[in-house]
């Protein structure tokens, strides 16, 4: 494998012609066009990521932003959909207890309980802690800020790497009502119902209530005797607005998520058995959208441990997210007040072995909820010094259960629970400064310093006969209920860390139209604790406890409006480096998770998005990424299923005398990191193709290079390139009070996948060493339709 420094002249070459097709580009970032006069021009994109409104073109920091109204027409309902069309932004919903966010091909990698991301989520100011949330529906979206780099300074906990900010509609001034209806044909065949109401309730009072319900299948189809896998999925957001004054405005809003669905879009995806073997699976171990079985072990019940349970393998998930923003202003400053306040109820079920077998079953139960407060001061003025400065507190809790069921492993009945809790104390510093020099010259210094505490518990327990007790502290009295005490072992420690992000930036304006800028930013994401180790006492109090991680963004860009505002591209050339990069790996041997903390890992590349409005009736858009990503140190990597000497794998001494099977990944390309993607589109309308009636025709070509989404680098977890096409056809009233649109993604029905792993289902009992994946999705076709009050 070649490997690229900056140093590289081939990394140089693709750096230079790329910076020339942005150059010479002809095409759009995706937003909608205007008329002044006889003149075409780009609409404005205003943000709010960095806690105050913003042109999108006057901010040092490369982002994509999209329209909710965009969204909605496209059929994306949610972030892994938005991932699979976004250049350097990846969102893998994993089988376990986290899911992963990558950006620029580095994120937190593993699906287990103790991760934080890295790549931060907010909802309406709102931090969001736990990385199954970012599984709620797109609901009344008024946009969505992909931020790329360390947002550590403004947006704060958790940004080392870069940050989702997402932005719902807001009350109204006047009446209005919509109803949207999408019924999907291929890949989630279903119905998909939203709804929202807006309005004044008297003078001072605003209000808008929104709903969605889905009721779809899952992509995976399950075997004959197997339950129908489906998801039916409830979301609702309430928000209210009091502005009494023109100085004073209170704004509440609670939303909620209720999901229930059974079935996981996943499937043995290979194994290396004899046909045979094949034949006794019931499994043909490809990928291609069918699985033998989503069930239950004969006598295991996920609530009891016990009687028999043929629901397949539900996920629930119960959410809430509230918020209360006080906002006066003074004049020449404005102070605001950030008290929100989520919890979340999430089970889920996994049959890990994906076959007939029914023989082993894992259960996860997670509890969580958070209390956070920001006070912060923003300037008003127009002069040379803009600022703002603040406070936050956060304080929460998780408490993870994880009970596994094993049916006549290696002759025996196996249970195994897993107890976790962890408690976070989190008080940060922070402020930014943006100083004019000169008309043309700004000079941007911000920081945030972070106090942060963990306390951590795990409880492992294994048996050779299942039952159950109440509290931790039962589990571990050797005359406890079953005869068959095996092993308990049992962690509890205190991680305190601190640390200060910052970012350095100058932006020079060539003109109004026209700036450049550099910055160089700082990350850090505090450690935690490994809670689902299954290791033996010593190796667990040694490796309980896992270390901080710090990153380091250098980047120069631009951002350009050209043509009198009919053309636009941004660009952004950037390296960032992380130390001790968090990492997770399944080892399928002993069906656990093992922490790892990579020495370090860097990316370098340049990414661009633009536009053009060609005419009334045309626009085009595209945005694109080339990256170099690879871990600079990482010598304790783990194998994956089957890998041999030959194929880098070696036995490593253990703690406890015994060996463990590990790999040097130093100078390997890093997860989810594909080297090229990009997109290209573009929207035609037909103005009054009927009195009254528009039809315009959208289409996306969506291209991403081959990347890896394992850890370990099995090739079975490589995906190969991929080109996907997007299409729509709306007919629409020319003052929007309705329309109806047939929607196709994914029409080339691609397969693709967003995370992979061994499974010990082919690779004990019945050898081989199986590995399975979780489907991305297929071709899609919808029709959609709209009618606004």
Same mark, same amino acid.
Not at 299 to 315: M, W, Y
Not at 400 to 415: I, K, W, Y
Not at 527 to 538: E, R
Not at 723 to 748: C, E, H, M, Q, Y
């Given at each position: ?52 409104? $913003? ?37 893998? #919903? ?19 309980? *103790? ?72 890949? @989630? ?24 319900? @889905? ?39 609670? #939303? ?49 441990? *016990? ?8 996920? $629930? ?48 139960? $997670? ?48 249970? @195994? ?36 505490? %963990? ?81 033996? #006492? ?21 951002? *350009? ?6 053309? %636009? ?201 199986? %590995? ?18």
């Amino acid at each position: 494998m070649n490997h690229l420094t900056t140093e590289s002249p081939r990394l140089k070459f693709k750096l230079c012609a790329l910076a020339l097709v942005i150059g010479a580009s002809s095409v759009a970032d995706a937003q909608s066009v205007r008329a002044g006069g006889d003149t075409l021009i780009l609409e404005e994109i205003v943000i709010t990521a960095r806690k105050r409104a $913003e042109n999108l073109q006057d901010v040092p920091v490369s982002v994509l932003a999209f329209q909710g109204s965009e969204l909605r027409e496209a059929g994306i309902i949610d972030m892994q959909a938005l991932s699979l069309s976004t250049p350097n932004f990846h969102y893998a #919903q994993a089988t376990g207890a986290s899911d992963i966010l990558t950006v620029r091909g580095l994120g937190t990698s593993g699906s287990g309980p *103790h991760f934080e991301p890295a790549v931060g989520h907010v909802i309406n100011g709102q931090f969001i802690s736990r990385s199954r949330l970012g599984r709620s529906a797109f609901l009344d979206i008024n946009q969505v800020e992909v931020l790329k780099g360390p947002q550590g300074a403004i947006i704060g906990k958790n940004t080392s790497l870069g940050a989702i900010n997402i932005v719902s509609n807001k009350p109204t001034d006047d009446f209005t009502a919509g109803i949207t209806a999408t019924y999907e044909f291929e890949a @989630r065949e279903g119905y998909l119902m939203e709804g929202f109401v807006s309005g004044p309730l008297s003078d001072t009072v605003r209000a808008r209530l929104a709903l969605s319900y @889905r009721d779809q299948e899952k992509l995976v189809e399950n075997g004959p005797d197997a339950p129908e896998p489906y998801e039916e999925d409830l979301a609702g957001r309430f928000t209210i607005d009091w502005a009494p004054s023109d100085e004073f405005d209170a704004e509440f809003f609670t #939303q909620f998520a209720e999901f229930e669905r059974n079935g996981v879009d996943r499937e043995l995806s290979f194994c290396n058995n004899p046909e045979a073997v094949l034949a006794a699976l019931g499994d043909d171990c490809k990928l291609n959208g069918k699985t033998t079985s989503e069930g239950f072990p004969a006598g295991f019940n996920p609530n009891t441990g *016990h009687g028999n349970n043929d629901a397949g393998t539900p996920f $629930e998930l119960s959410a809430n997210v509230s918020g209360l923003t006080l906002e006066y202003d003074f004049g020449n400053f404005t102070l605001t007040s950030l008290t929100g306040y989520q919890s979340s109820d999430i089970f889920n079920t996994i049959d890990t072995d994906l076959s007939a077998r029914e023989t082993q079953v894992i259960s996860n139960q $997670e509890e969580f909820e958070q209390i956070s407060q920001e006070i912060r001061l923003t300037s008003n003025d127009d002069g040379a010094l803009n600022w703002i400065v603040g406070v936050f507190y956060l304080d929460n809790e998780m408490d993870f259960e994880q009970l596994s069921d094993f049916s006549a492993f290696f002759g025996q009945s196996l249970r @195994r629970q897993q107890l976790g809790e962890v408690d976070t104390t989190n008080l940060s510093f922070f402020g930014q400064f943006d100083y004019d020099i000169t008309d043309a010259f700004t000079v941007t210094l911000g920081a945030r310093y972070t106090d942060e505490e %963990r306390d951590g518990f795990a409880l492992q327990t294994n048996y050779s006969e299942a039952y159950t007790f109440d509290n931790r502290g039962d589990a571990c009295n050797t005359g406890g209920p079953g005869a068959g005490f095996r092993i308990c072992n049992e962690a509890e420690d205190t991680f305190s860390s601190d640390g200060v992000s910052y970012n350095l930036s100058g932006q020079y304006r060539l003109s109004d139209n026209s700036m450049l800028y550099a910055t160089v930013a700082t990350g850090f994401k505090s450690g935690a604790f490994n809670l689902l180790s299954n290791q033996p #006492q010593n190796v667990l109090d040694d490796t309980f406890v896992f270390d901080d991680e710090e990153s380091l963004n250098l980047e120069v860009g631009g951002k *350009h409006t050209l043509a009198n505002g009919a053309f %636009r591209f941004n660009w952004a050339l950037f390296e960032t480096t992380v130390d001790d990069l968090q990492i997770s790996q399944n080892v399928p041997e002993i069906i656990a998770q093992v922490i790892n903390n990579a020495g370090e890992a860097s990316v370098t590349g340049i990414e661009f998005d633009g536009g053009w409005a060609v005419s009334d009736a045309l626009t085009l858009t595209y945005a694109g990424a080339w990256i170099e990503a690879e871990y600079e140190d990482f010598e304790g990597a783990g194998c994956y299923t089957g890998q041999t000497v030959d194929e880098g794998c070696e036995a490593e001494p253990t703690p406890t005398g015994g060996t463990q099977n590990l790999q040097d990944l130093s100078g390997e390309r890093t997860t989810r990191a594909p080297e090229l993607q990009f997109t290209l589109g573009a929207d035609y309308v037909f103005f009054d193709v009927f009195p009254d009636f528009d039809l315009s025709l959208n289409t996306k070509v969506i291209y991403t290079d081959d990347y890896q989404v394992n850890v370990d680098n099995d090739p079975e977890g490589a995906q190969e390139s991929t080109t996907k096409i997007d299409a729509a056809i709306t007919l629409a009233r020319s003052d929007n009070r309705w329309w109806v649109s047939l929607v196709g993604r994914n029409l080339t029905d691609e397969e693709t996948i967003s995370f992979a792993a061994g499974t010990s289902a082919v690779n004990g009992p019945l050898g081989g060493g199986g %590995r399975f994946a979780v489907l991305d999705e297929t071709r899609a076709v919808s029709l959609k339709a709209q009618y606004n009050f």
